[in-house]
Nanobody, 128 residues
């Protein structure tokens, strides 16, 4: 079992920044590819970003490319999502996700079904 706990969500004005963190425990963090997904009210869960076990490979959804950065610190068992130039459309609950497969299994909206473990979610609200 892997436990994932997100933090860092909150309310921010459009154009602002937030950094989400996801603390992992229970298994060897570096054994897992990691990702962020988000779900807005009334919408399907969508892919935001993914990172390989080593951190060398990263992937982003089209709507966040150039604004968000995913990273990880395997020594601290922590995943991050730096979010800049936030827009009201970024308002959602953000979920941390882990999978023992290769990082490509976590890329894209359809990869929701491939996730082995989910965090409880962190609310991000962007006001206009």
């Amino acid at each position: 079992q892997v436990q994932l706990v997100e933090s860092g969500g909150g309310l921010v004005q459009a154009g602002g920044s937030l950094r989400l963190s996801c603390a992992a425990s229970g298994r060897t963090f570096s054994d897992y590819a990691m990702a962020w997904f988000r779900q807005a009210l009334g919408k399907e869960r969508e892919f935001v970003a993914a990172i390989s076990r080593s951190g060398r490979s990263t992937y982003y959804g089209d709507s966040v490319k150039g604004r968000f950065t995913i990273s990880r610190d395997n020594a601290k068992n922590t995943l991050y999502l730096q979010m800049n130039s936030l827009e009201p459309e970024d308002t959602a609950v953000y979920y941390c996700a882990a999978d023992r497969g290769v990082v490509q299994t976590l890329v894209g909206d359809s990869s929701v079904k491939n996730v082995d473990y989910w965090g409880q979610g962190a609310q991000v609200t962007v006001s206009s």
